[in-house]
């Protein structure tokens, strides 16, 4: 097993991690405050793992979505989002990791998000493309009418 160190700062390290056959990137993020769900516990090995719920991630992806804006993040909220986990009530959680955080906020900011340029320049597929840019869309359909002062929300109340 080789890794070697990509990027570091006082509250992310970014590793890359290699068996000499599969590379896989891993992020490793001390946040300043409290998860919004305590982490699950997996076991490997000897050691026992904190990792993030479904929902604890996709409400931080919300929040890295409106401060960084990359076609990653999108993906996996999409990922997240078709695999179950509830986009409402991470919504309601978002401003618990960033105080500055709105739906309407991340719409406008998703609404100027150009991902076709990205998409193609990873060399994606025109179906992949097109995927990632609907998604985004309906996203940011959903975050509008969520965030719409004259309906009745079905996000709770924080």
């Not at 998703?110 to 309906?138: D, I, K, N, Y």
């Amino acid at each position: 097993m080789e890794f070697a160190v990509l990027r570091t700062s006082p509250t992310f390290n970014e590793l890359r991690v290699s068996n000499g056959k599969d590379v896989c990137i891993i992020d490793l993020v001390a946040e300043p405050f409290p998860p919004v769900e305590p982490p699950l516990h997996a076991t490997i090995d000897d050691a026992v793992i904190a990792v993030d719920s479904m929902h604890e991630i996709l409400t931080a992806k919300l929040t890295a979505l409106l401060g960084r804006t990359e076609l990653r993040d999108l993906v996996d909220v999409q990922a997240l989002v078709e695999a179950g986990t509830d986009l409402n009530v991470a919504l309601r959680d978002a401003p618990k990791k960033d105080a500055g955080f709105s739906a309407m906020t991340l719409a406008w900011v998703l609404h100027s998000f150009e991902t076709a340029p990205l998409a193609r320049a990873l060399g994606w597929s025109e179906e992949q493309t097109a995927g990632v840019e609907t998604f985004r869309q309906q996203l940011i359909d959903r975050l509008t009418e969520i965030a719409r002062p004259d309906r009745e929300s079905d996000v709770p109340d924080r």
